[in-house]
């Protein structure tokens, strides 16, 4: 049985806007595509409301509980933070962001404080990429991205920080003797084999600094579990060091220096 033919004024019509259809499909689906600088390693998004740790588990890296749902717009009209504890109480935080335009190749520093509300307006450009560190007195910090902020800006974010380690402990010298009135400083240590780790590490993030005493003994408030690099800001010729997690996570620290303590 011999099929129908196509009627000619049909046939005209598929010839002329089949083309043009399927050129329409792909120039849609090309500007949904994230583009990203070439050579560069491939980062999952992050969605707004949910938080995720970016590869590997740096420390204090976001749980996904830790974001909670939407709260009002800032007052400008531009998207915005909150941050609270667990119990959802607000606190005046701190956020450090690094903000780039090229997938961290270079980076921008910002940081931005919450007012009493624990609110603060997030100022970013849509395309950019970013990294965000939450801190407060008391608390442990956390990390999160990397992520565009174009996929932030859709809602608000609440960032819910937990309890610091606290801890106390001595600086002192391999013979025992103590350093006193000494800054001390304590950086995290990130996973240097991660993405998220290497950009960490290049933001230079601290979680506290003390003073020692008369015998060498300071007192932490606000870390993070985790390893972390004790440096001394006021002796650049000091190298420093790194200290594991277990002496923080047991309350007593002892960072002993293979050098005496200068005569004063």
């Given amino acids: 049985m011999?099929?129908?033919?196509?009627?000619?004024?049909?046939?005209?019509?598929?010839?002329?806007f089949g083309p043009l259809a399927l050129l329409l499909l792909l120039w849609i689906r090309s500007r949904n595509d994230l583009r990203r600088p070439a050579g560069l390693p491939d980062q999952p998004a992050h969605r707004s409301g949910a938080s995720t740790p970016a590869s590997g588990e740096a420390p204090g890296a976001a749980d996904p509980t830790d974001a909670g749902r939407p709260g009002p717009p800032a007052p400008d009209g531009r998207p915005s933070a909150q941050i609270t504890d667990a119990q959802g109480k607000p606190l005046r935080a701190r956020i450090i962001a690094a903000v780039s335009r090229d997938y961290f190749k270079t980076f921008e520093r910002v940081e931005l404080e919450a007012d009493d509300s624990g609110r603060l307006a997030l100022p970013f450009d849509a395309q950019a990429w970013m990294v965000l560190s939450v801190h407060a007195p008391g608390y442990a910090g956390r990390w999160y991205g990397p992520v565009t902020f174009g996929e932030l800006d859709l809602d608000d974010l609440e960032f819910h920080l937990k309890?610091?380690?606290?801890?106390?402990?001595?600086?002192?010298?391999?013979?025992?003797?103590?350093?006193?009135?000494?800054?001390?400083?304590?950086?995290?240590?990130?996973?240097?084999?991660?993405?998220?780790?290497?950009?960490?590490?290049?933001?230079?993030?601290?979680?506290?600094?003390?003073?020692?005493?008369?015998?060498?003994?300071?007192?932490?408030?606000?870390?993070?579990?985790?390893e972390y690099q004790v440096s001394f800001p006021d002796e650049p010729s000091w190298p420093a060091l790194h200290l594991p997690a277990d002496p923080f996570a047991k309350g007593e620290v002892t960072v002993r220096v293979p050098w005496e303590p200068p005569r004063k």
């Fill in 2 to 16: 011999a099929c129908p033919s196509m009627p000619k004024n049909a046939m005209r019509a598929l010839l002329v």
């Fill in 163 to 226: 309890q610091a380690v606290s801890c106390t402990g001595r600086l002192v010298s391999l013979q025992e003797n103590p350093f006193p009135w000494t800054k001390v400083r304590f950086s995290p240590r990130f996973p240097p084999n991660t993405f998220s780790g290497i950009v960490a590490s290049r933001l230079e993030i601290v979680d506290e600094e003390v003073i020692t005493d008369a015998g060498g003994r300071f007192e932490c408030r606000s870390l993070r579990p985790g």
